[in-house]
């Protein structure tokens, strides 16, 4: 079975700061696809990025990017320039052809 | 685009009676929809996956008896908590997966049910 584990329960950064988060996963499929949600007090889970296994090219969205390493079934997401709207738990997860599997998750403050 | 929706987002209801929860896509079609279970200050765990017109599959350790799904249509699943028990009190959280245009296996989440079993 496939398991996502993140080892941070939690981490704090300043604000505009940059931060990293870890995202380890065990798979023996070659095509998947991982994703970063975040989630704030209001509990709606918020998609931040994605990546599909098969492309090399690590996934971009304005302030956040993530450093996905295949063979080391990594996939850990940098915050850069942290805002205090940052701060949530936040979701690593997998998923390949039905269900999605998450981490159990990294808490983030962001401190002004 | 792509919103799911979830009634009620809170429920409090005596032990032995049953609740039902709604899932709905508001914008799209969804093949598949999934219900989660989410206790305070953990992950997101996966209850059951259910397909419209067919028969949900349940996780192990899922007690498909007392959690029923029914997925009547392309936009509409419920999950009913029979004879609820303080121990069935937790966060539900649902997901679809849009029929067309979906890529990258993406869901979409609802805002979450809120249940408290007294």
């Known amino acids: 079975a496939q398991t996502v584990t993140q080892s941070q329960p939690e981490m704090s950064v300043q604000e505009a700061e940059t931060v990293t988060l870890s995202c380890t996963y065990d798979?023996?499929?070659?095509?998947?696809?991982l994703f970063w949600y975040k989630q704030p007090p209001s509990r709606q889970m918020i998609l931040v990025i994605r990546?599909?296994?098969?492309?090399?090219q690590n996934a971009t969205e304005n302030r956040f990017s993530v450093n996905f390493q295949k063979a080391a079934k990594s996939f850990s997401l940098k915050i850069s320039d942290s805002q205090l709207g940052d701060a949530a738990m936040y979701f690593c997860?997998?998923?390949?052809?039905?269900?999605?599997?998450f981490g159990a998750g990294t808490r983030l403050t962001v401190k002004p | 685009g792509a919103v799911v929706s979830q009634h009620p987002s809170w429920v409090i209801c005596k032990s032995g009676t049953s609740v039902k929860i709604e899932c709905r896509s508001l914008?799209?079609?969804?093949?598949?929809m999934f219900w989660y279970r989410q206790f305070p200050k953990q992950s997101l765990m996966l209850m059951a996956t259910?397909?419209?017109?067919?028969?949900?599959?349940?996780e192990q350790g899922v007690e498909k008896d007392k959690f029923l799904i029914n997925h009547a249509s392309l936009t509409l699943s419920t999950l009913t908590v029979t004879s609820a028990h303080p121990e069935d009190s937790s966060f539900y959280i649902c997901?679809?997966?849009?029929?067309?245009?979906?890529?990258?296996?993406?869901?979409?989440f609802g805002p979450g049910t809120r249940l408290t079993v007294l």
């Open positions: 798979t023996s499929e070659s095509d998947y696809y």
């Open positions: 990546q599909e296994a098969y492309k090399q």
């Open positions: 259910s397909n419209e017109g067919s028969k949900a599959t349940y």
């Open positions: 914008d799209f079609q969804a093949t598949t």
């Open positions: 997901s679809a997966r849009p029929l067309l245009g979906g890529y990258y296996n993406e869901q979409f």
């Open positions: 997860a997998y998923t390949r052809d039905n269900d999605m599997r």
